[in-house]
T-cell receptor
Framework: GDSVTQMEGPVTLSEEAFLTINCTYTATGYPSLFWYVQYPGEGLQLLLK?????DKGSNKGFEATYRKETTSFHLEKGSVQVSDSAVYFC????????????FGKGTKLTVNP | DAGVIQSPRHEVTEMGQEVTLRCKPISGHNSLFWYRQTMMRGLELLIY????????DSGMPEDRFSAKMPNASFSTLKIQPSEPRDSAVYFC?????????????FGNGTRLTVT
């Protein structure tokens, strides 16, 4: 079945450091890919998405590029802030939308001042 | 603009008791999802509804779990009888499925502890 594998956390960075969170996937067909973020005590929120190969999703300084050849969707940000501290989830859907989203286990990011 | 509303935020109960979790989706959304989050398994989809009809309940762990959506603005997830291994955070999410990519909107979750 479909699956998503994320780098294990936790990840701890200093403010203004470069962030990469790796995500690879296994799916039949051509899934849509998503990054969701969960702040403490809250539900998940969509951060960015990409629906086809070579698409780049971006939001709030975060970026991820849909790489079909490496089945990857790594999340990057050039300069993290303390307010970026959260848990980040990579997810896929092989049905085009939100139906049956498959999530990775999440990567906890802590950014220190 | 109210988001997805879940109640209660926290529930502590004893093994064997019935537990009912409640969800009010965003008005106008046509799909509703129940997820369970644990450290061991991460986020698991339990069941989802489209236009109030259960579409896929393959993630419901056992017959002890049941979910209903009597109308477009309300859903419940019931566990009867509850067991300690049911302890988790349960999230409800809603979406407007239009055939294009449509994001899930999550509630803040219900943290369930079964002792």
């Amino acid at each position: 079945g479909d699956s998503v594998t994320q780098m294990e956390g936790p990840v701890t960075l200093s403010e203004e450091a470069f962030l990469t969170i790796n995500c690879t996937y296994t799916a039949t067909g051509y899934p849509s890919l998503f990054w969701y973020v969960q702040y403490p005590g809250e539900g998940l929120q969509l951060l960015l998405k990409a629906t086809k190969a070579d698409d780049k999703g971006s939001n709030k300084g975060f970026e991820a590029t849909y790489r079909k050849e490496t089945t990857s969707f790594h999340l990057e940000k050039g300069s993290v802030q303390v307010s970026d501290s959260a848990v980040y989830f990579c997810a896929l859907s092989d049905q085009g939308g939100s139906e049956k989203l498959v999530f990775g286990k999440g990567t906890k990011l802590t950014v220190n001042p | 603009d109210a988001g997805v509303i879940q109640s209660p935020r926290h529930e502590v109960t004893e093994m064997g008791q019935e537990v009912t979790l409640r969800c009010k989706p965003i008005s106008g959304h046509n799909s509703l999802f129940w997820y369970r989050q644990t450290m061991m398994r991460g986020l698991e989809l339990l069941i989802y509804f489209n236009n109030n009809v259960p579409i896929d309940d393959s993630g419901m762990p056992e017959d002890r779990f049941s979910a209903k959506m009597p109308n477009a603005s309300f859903s419940t997830l019931k566990i009867q009888p509850s067991e300690p291994r049911d302890s988790a955070v349960y999230f409800c999410a809603s979406s407007l499925i239009t055939g294009e990519n449509s994001p899930l909107h999550f509630g803040n979750g219900t943290r369930l502890t079964v002792t």
